[in-house]
């Protein structure tokens, strides 16, 4: 009965504390609004920063051409070779007939080209092999790799040497952009922590009278603290749905605007908030409704001494 | 019911509440303490609800050694003793009745049982007529009788009250005079801290004062020695 009566009676004080002081909860509320969005404007930017790099990297490959007279057995063992390599990710057999074909498609509104061409006869071009690697980190092994004397003497070229350092800058900027993603979450992360903190503390600040003749009165700790913390996860969970609209706006505005900037290809936004949505929504759900009720009973706890 | 041995409080780093106080108070006795400023009146007062912990010595109230009471205890004794301050004021935003039911509410007491004691010390301190009135709408002696008609829902056995009339004019304060008298006859103990000369003339009860922290007189039908 005690229980009954005074479980309810603290769910009743919680609510009268969380819509009668409302505009010092909606200060709380704003301020971890802003912190929960700054957050996940982070990592919504590094979703889509890390989705460009890996375009990025997504359009290095190594082409290897070989003399037009490379006898197809050593094209087909060399293609085997190297597909056979765990580096490897995809492997693409340009035959020197598709390399001409190719070339007379390209070049077909050109006559004086076509027609130079067509006084040789024989193909000039030789076939070629296309290797993308798993990682950029990859590809200085697969250049090493395609030394192998096997069939390195009909190599005429590589590609690679042109695009090592492009390689190599790209590497270092998708480390570096991580890093600094990374740093900048736990960043506003603390200073969000501080912040929120401190605005609770100022909320049960301007209840001190009340609290202090509960404590007075004679008011068990539970019927103090409770309350405090029961309206703080109040404003936490309205908070996280204000933000988890705004978010949701901000993705379905944002979306298609990026896709554009990424030649119509998927700019990561979306798909990072989708596939991380129930992870995303379980720590930040329980991060701040923890924050909000270690916040609160640390700040009423103040008001429970002596 | 209230014995002090051999108490002393020392507010760090060094100032001295109380020196080596020892007392006595019997059940049902009405005790006035005086003192000058600063002699260790509140101080004492703040002692026996568990506000404060003594530096030395032993308090025991009702036969139960608070000296090192545990913090979860303290809303139990507070249960126990009546408790009027000055600075302790009403919410401006309740209304009487709601001001007096919340120092049951947030001792989870039931509804009925709120329903029961409130009109109840409200009639005692006299004011049923008024409990839908906000403080704002009330005396300074009204509303002082609304603290006490608070103080009162546990039916406490002892009453602390820490200078009640300090703001109060010469009518009002023998009101709250009276309804203490009146709680005193209904067999409570009564510890009445205050500066008035007149008040503790006229109750013709136990008169202690203090100096320094010390106990410089016991009365046991005294008068207010102090010079003013
Ligand atoms: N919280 C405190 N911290 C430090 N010193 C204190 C504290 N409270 C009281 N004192 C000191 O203890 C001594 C006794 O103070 P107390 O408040 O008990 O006096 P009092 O008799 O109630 O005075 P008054 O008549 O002015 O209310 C004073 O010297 C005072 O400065
Ligand atoms: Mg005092």
């Given at each position: 009965m005690m229980i009954i009566t005074s479980t309810g009676r603290i769910i009743a004080f919680a609510w009268k504390n969380f819509t009668r002081n409302a505009w010092i909860g909606l200060a709380t509320i704003v301020v971890l609004v802003l912190s929960t969005l700054s957050v996940n404007i982070l990592l919504g930017v590094n979703a889509v920063s890390d989705s460009a790099l890996h375009r990025l990297e997504d359009k290095i490959d190594v082409s290897v051409y070989f003399l037009p007279e490379t006898p197809p057995v050593i094209l087909d063992s060399a293609r085997a070779y190297m597909a056979s390599l765990p580096q490897t990710k995809e492997i693409d057999l340009l035959s020197s007939d598709q390399a001409l074909n190719d070339f007379k498609e390209r070049h077909k509104n050109d006559p004086k080209i076509l027609t130079a061409l067509g006084e040789l006869d024989k193909n000039p071009l030789g076939a070629s092999i296309i290797i993308k690697a798993?990682?950029?980190?990859d590809y200085p092994f697969l250049v090493e790799a395609l030394q192998n004397p096997q069939f390195a003497n009909y190599v005429e070229s590589k590609t690679y040497d042109d695009n090592a350092a492009a390689i190599q800058r790209v590497q270092q900027i998708s480390q570096s952009a991580r890093y600094f993603g990374i740093m900048l979450i736990a960043i506003f992360t603390i200073f969000s922590i501080l912040i929120v903190y401190n605005s609770i503390r100022i909320a049960i600040y301007t209840q001190r009278e009340e609290l202090g003749i509960m404590r007075l009165v004679g008011a068990g700790t539970a019927f103090v603290r409770l309350p405090l913390i029961l309206s703080g996860v109040l404003q936490a969970i309205l908070a996280l749905l204000i933000t988890a609209l705004i978010v949701m706006t901000a993705i379905a505005f944002l979306d298609p605007k990026l896709r554009s900037l990424f030649d119509g290809g998927d700019s990561g936004l979306q798909g990072y908030f989708l596939i991380n949505a129930w992870p995303l929504i379980g720590i930040q759900s329980a991060a701040i409704i923890l924050l909000v009720a270690l916040s609160s009973w640390a700040a009423a706890g103040k008001y429970l001494k002596k | 019911m209230i014995v002090l041995k051999r108490v002393s409080k020392v507010y760090p780093?060094?100032?001295?509440?109380?020196?080596d106080l020892s007392l006595h108070i019997k059940p049902g006795e009405f005790v006035s303490i005086v003192g000058t400023s600063g002699a260790g009146k509140t101080t004492l007062a703040k002692l026996l609800i568990a506000e404060e912990r003594p530096t030395r010595g032993t308090i025991e109230i009702g036969g139960w050694d608070i000296t090192n009471i545990k913090q979860r205890e303290v809303p139990l004794l507070r249960r126990q003793i009546g408790v009027i301050f000055q600075d302790f004021k009403l919410l401006q935003k309740k209304t009487v009745w709601e001001n007096v039911a919340f120092a049951l509410e947030v001792a989870g007491e039931t509804r009925r049982r709120i329903y029961d004691v409130v009109p109840h010390v409200l009639k005692i301190v006299g004011l049923d007529q008024k409990a839908h009135r906000f403080p704002q709408q009330l005396s300074g002696g009204e509303q002082q009788r609304v603290v006490i008609a608070r103080s009162l829902v546990h039916r406490p056995k002892i009453l602390l009250a820490d200078e009640p009339t300090g703001n109060l004019d010469t009518m009002n304060t023998r009101e709250i005079i009276d309804v203490l008298k009146k709680i005193n006859s209904f067999g409570s103990t009564v510890v009445l801290v205050t500066h008035n000369r007149e008040v503790v003339n006229a109750l013709r009860q136990r008169v202690i004062t203090l100096a320094e922290g010390r106990v410089i007189s016991d009365q046991a039908e005294g008068k207010y020695l102090l010079p003013s």
């Open positions: 798993k990682t950029t980190a | 780093p060094d100032v001295h509440g109380l020196r």
